[in-house]
Structures are given as C-alpha cells and as structure tokens.
C-alpha cells in the first residue's frame, strides 16, 4: 500500500474511533447498559444483508450507465459487482468518497471500457446522486426547520450547492468544448505518447458524454430508479440499527429520513479521510434531537461498525484480489 494511502486509513480510522468513543464517554450510563441487554442482533444481522443487497443494486445501476454509454458491451452482473466492491476501500479511507471513483474508472477499463467512457459512466453515477442529494436535503430542511439551526442547514446547502454547480459547468464544458480541455492539458503535458493517449481520452469522453442524450434513455431512466433506490435504503439502515436496539421509530420514521439526508449532505464536504469524526459528531447530534436517548453514542458506534469497518473490511479484501488478478498477472 502506498504511503499516502497508508496515511489516509490510519487518519480515516484513527479519527473515527477517537471521536466515538467520546460519544460513548459522553452518553453512556446505567440505562444504556440496560438498554444494550435488550438488542435484537436479527436487526443488525438484517443491516449487512440489506448493505450487500445495495452494493448489488448499485453495479446493476453501473451496468445501466456502460450499457447508456455503449449499446454494443453489456457489462456481466458480475463485472459490475466486482467493480462496486472494488472501489469501496479507497471510497472509505479518502474526502468525499472521492477515492472510489478512479477504482472503478480503472476496474471498467480492465473490462473493455476506455478511459473516457468508463470516466462519462462515473460521472453520470455522480450527477444522479446529486440530483437526489439535493431533492432529499430540500426535504431534509423542511421536516427538520424547526429543530435545526437554520443557519448551519443554509450554509451547508449553499456549499453543496457551489460544488455541483462546479461539476456541471465542468462537465458542460467537457462536452461542448474537448478541444479546450486538450490545449490545457498539452501546457503540462510534454511527451508527445502520454498527450496522444490523453486527446484519443478527452475524444473518448466528449464522445460518451453526447451518448447519453442520443442513445436509448431507458438505461438512463433505469439507473434513475435504482439511483433512487439506493439511496433510499441507505437513508433508512439507522432505523433498522434503531429497531435493533428496542427503540420505536414509528413516529420519528421521517425525521430519521431528515437526519441522514443532511448527515450525507455534510459528509460530502472533504474535510477528514472517510468523512471520519463529521459523520460520528453529525449523527450524534442530530438523532439525539428527536431520540434523547443515552443509547445515541452506541448506536452511532453499531451504525459505523456496520456501515464504514464492514465496508472498509469488504473492500480490502476484493482489492487484494484484484492486485493478484490484474497487476501480479500483468507482471507474469
């Protein structure tokens, strides 16, 4: 593992395990200690079936865009999978998830893919996540308006809004203006083979951008849905995690929905490596609004235990494959 990658899992976990057990300090009591006699492990069980049923729905989604992009290739099922599970470590140990893309960039290009579709596939993946992001936080603030700072949820949204903003005149300008993006690019770029692989990629990509107006907008409308339903269902493990710990969300269900749509809003600014301490300190603050509830600092603890470590974990190990599988090989 390279230093900088190194450096970035023993922050991302270093941090998140300092700031929870904080929370634990701070929350923990006699009826916590009682509370946690009373976990129903089929619920926490129930959480990773759910997280690797979402990993599955999300390479089908991929599986949409390569198809979107290039009618001719279907990607397997099982490609797309792998190609999830692939980027999910470095999604984990780096500043917005931003680390997970080129792993998946990379893993689509070992699959028949060039650089520039596989990089339009990702793209695409990130404008449907925005699109949801926004419509869930615009929800998020009216459910939570009277609970929340006001401020703290308009200054928020107003950076988010500033990022996407960005990526849509940079992928606009991708599309409308290559040969701009080459002439910027051969100011750095000196060999004459890198810039000629570099223009045939920029080509590739303002290529696969157009296809996804042109081609057939089923696959678009498709990856729409299953955007939607990925993000639903991990809007909605806390209240799972809830449900194992004996609490009753029955009333509380949509403002669990309000919380981890401005939790995942929050966790986008790159601040810490894996969104470490923001996520944990978020949570905390915003469940125990509505909860009130000494169980906070452990749930928090089950949430990320279940969520980040499983997937951290998960990650690793598709990765360590993946080096025998197309670097070892390679060098062989």
Not at 78 to 101: H, Q
Not at 107 to 123: C, E, H, Q, R, W
Not at 210 to 233: E, G, P, Q
Not at 246 to 254: F, R, Y
Request: hydrophobic share 55%.
């Amino acid at each position: 593992m390279k230093r900088r990658s190194k450096i970035f899992l023993i922050s991302s976990v270093g941090i998140s395990i300092l700031t929870t057990l904080l929370l634990l300090f701070l929350t923990i009591n006699e009826e916590t200690i009682l509370s946690l006699k009373q976990i129903r492990l089929e619920y926490l069980f129930l959480t990773l079936i759910i997280q690797i049923f979402n990993w599955f729905l999300w390479g089908l989604r991929i599986k949409f865009l390569c198809k979107s992009v290039d009618k001719e290739t279907d990607l397997s099922i099982t490609d797309s999978f792998t190609t999830v599970l692939s980027s999910l470590f470095f999604a984990t140990i780096t500043p917005s998830s931003m680390g997970g893309e080129p792993i998946r960039i990379y893993m689509l290009n070992k699959k028949g893919f060039s650089i520039g579709d596989s990089t339009a596939v990702i793209i695409g993946e990130r404008i449907l996540d925005m699109i949801f992001f926004i419509s869930a936080f615009l929800i998020a603030i009216f459910l939570l308006k009277n609970v929340v700072n006001r401020d703290v949820l308009i200054a928020a949204f107003i950076f988010i809004g500033f990022i996407i903003v960005l990526a849509l005149i940079a992928i606009v300008y991708g599309m409308i203006k290559p040969n701009s993006i080459k002439r910027l690019i051969n100011r750095f770029v000196k060999s004459e083979k890198i810039l000629n692989k570099v223009d045939s990629e920029v080509t590739n990509f303002h290529e696969a951008l157009w296809k996804f107006t042109k081609n057939d907008r089923i696959n678009i409308i498709y990856a729409a849905l299953l955007t939607f339903l990925i993000k639903m269902i991990d809007y909605f493990l806390p209240v799972i995690i809830l449900l194992g710990l004996g609490i009753d969300v029955k009333d509380i269900l949509l403002l669990c929905f309000a919380a981890q749509a401005i939790v995942y809003v929050i966790t986008a600014i790159p601040i810490t490596p894996g969104s470490s301490g923001i996520t944990e300190i978020s949570m905390a603050y915003l469940y125990n609004i509505f909860l009130n509830s000494p169980i906070i600092g452990v749930f928090v603890l089950i949430f990320r235990s279940l969520t980040y470590y499983f997937t951290m974990i998960i990650g690793a190990l598709i990765n360590f494959k993946n080096i025998h599988d197309y670097i070892i090989k390679d060098i062989l």
